[in-house]
């Protein structure tokens, strides 16, 4: 069992896309989409959920109004704002303790937040992993690791020889725990200033935690010679720049049907596509 995960170290540059796509052209593979503050996979692939469960993660400060004298020592020493009127902003508050440590009449505990959502569901191409954080939730890390396991699981209990993984967007918590012991990264990038940028911070993460990667350019097109320059910096950082897919309206199209583009048109973006789902497999064997 191989695991790729598709990054792109900034939204907008099309992982996604490619990913659904990735979905329609693989065989023996279950999807996990680990962007889940904002996870968008499902859209595209319509599943039908089989299996939910809350996820529980971090603490929230409660002020029991009985026992609360109103002393104000709370609302002054928070320093997140979190408390006015002697209530709790749950939204604002950290979770840090403090308010808990200094009452003095013990009148605030730290209850556990249920934090979010993960699914297990099915599509047409096969099983899907996916989670939905709360609003201002913490530890989006963990949920992904869970997301992580949960497809690992089914990896093994269907004997299947792929998990394809959606990643989250930049360096942060929620890449790394997507991105580590993972058999490989396909970085998708465009040829824009802030594309080139994100690219080389996640190259960084790739490269300190040991995971081979390869470089998708997503619409090349658009500005060839900052293409160019993507190409030259993969070649002196040892990377393979494996395909240059094109701009074409097609993959919004598709995206309005609610189709991956391959299984909605076979112009250059769904050859293309193919063929760098191919190269991609064969650097996993």
Not at 14 to 19: D, F, L, M, P, R
Not at 173 to 191: D, K, M
Not at 195 to 202: S, Y
Not at 211 to 216: F, R
Request: proline share 4%; glycine share 8%.
């Amino acid at each position: 069992m191989k695991e790729i995960v598709v990054l792109s170290g900034k939204g907008g540059t099309g992982k996604t896309s490619i990913v659904a796509s990735f979905a329609a052209l693989a065989q023996s593979k279950v999807l996990a989409d680990c962007d889940v503050d904002a996870a968008d996979l499902h859209i595209l692939l319509q599943p039908v959920v089989k299996e939910e469960k809350e996820f529980w993660s971090g603490q929230v400060a409660f002020i029991d109004e009985e026992k609360c004298t109103e002393c104000g020592l709370c609302q002054e020493l928070c320093h997140f704002g979190a408390i006015k009127d002697f209530e709790v902003d749950p939204t604002s508050c950290e979770g840090c303790g403090f308010c808990y440590q200094v009452c003095p009449v013990d009148a605030i505990t730290m209850k556990d937040s249920m934090a979010g959502h993960s699914f297990i569901s099915e599509t047409k191409y096969g099983y899907l992993c996916h989670a939905r954080l709360g609003i201002a939730e913490e530890n989006s890390g963990k949920l992904v690791a869970l997301v992580r396991q949960n497809a690992k699981l089914i990896a093994e209990r269907e004997n299947l020889d792929y998990i394809i993984t959606d990643g989250p967007p930049g360096i942060g918590c929620p890449v790394i725990s997507s991105l580590s012991g993972a058999s490989l990264a396909l970085l998708v990038t465009e040829p824009t200033l802030s594309g080139i940028h994100d690219l080389e911070r996640v190259i960084g993460v790739c490269r300190h935690f040991g995971i081979p990667a390869l470089v998708c350019i997503n619409k090349y097109d658009i500005n060839q010679e900052n293409s160019s320059e993507i190409e030259s910096y993969c070649f002196n950082q040892g990377i393979e720049v494996i395909s240059k897919i094109p701009f074409d309206n097609v993959v919004t199209e598709a995206l309005i049907k609610r189709l991956p583009v391959v299984e909605y048109s076979d112009g250059r973006v769904s050859r293309g596509i193919e063929n760098l789902w191919q190269i991609t497999a064969r650097a996993l064997s």
